[in-house]
């Protein structure tokens, strides 16, 4: 196990990751230290009282998230682009790496603008219980990419949701 998650484990997010093909993958320092990091904002999230600054982190939680996505999947890259993508949008880059993630991607994505108005300070407040729920989806997330990681396969234990259609509308 590369870190112990914060959020609990139960129900999937838009689709589960985890594949028994592979008993043990590989894990890149930099995927390691992303998903450190992104334990240590989630963390930080539940400790903030204001549901906008705890829906923040627990974006930038995600971020750090889909980064350990990238970093993982470059290190299985059979071969690496020879030029730098043409977007630096997280989400599009991590659906492209692991089609696995586009459902969770379409998620992040549908939330950017919400970070986008925080971090512009924008008068815009989060209510708490979308707050909260986006915190717990943020989790499952980690999970997944934790799972995706380490090659662990926790379909049968937990199910899989799909295709995510039941984030976009909370």
Do not use: K
Request: proline residues 5%; hydrophobic residues 40%; contains cysteine.
């Amino acid at each position: 196990m590369i870190t112990s998650r914060t959020a609990q484990s139960g129900a999937t997010g838009p689709r589960a990751v985890g594949r028994s093909d592979c008993a043990a993958r590989p894990v890149s320092s930099r995927a390691a230290t992303l998903l450190d990091r992104a334990d240590e904002l989630l963390s930080a999230a539940a400790g903030t009282p204001e549901p906008s600054e705890r829906f923040h982190l627990a974006y930038l939680a995600a971020l750090r998230g889909a980064g350990a996505v990238l970093a993982g999947a470059e290190l299985r890259a059979v071969h690496r682009p020879a030029r730098r993508p043409r977007t630096r949008n997280a989400w599009v880059l991590m659906a492209r790496a692991e089609p696995e993630f586009a459902a969770w991607a379409d998620f992040f994505a549908d939330r950017s603008d919400t970070r986008a108005a925080i971090e512009a300070g924008v008068t815009r407040s989060v209510p708490a219980d979308e707050a909260s729920r986006f915190y717990d989806e943020v989790g499952r997330f980690l999970h997944e990419v934790e799972d995706y990681l380490t090659g662990a396969d926790d379909r049968s234990a937990s199910g899989n949701s799909g295709s995510g259609d039941d984030r976009r509308s909370a």
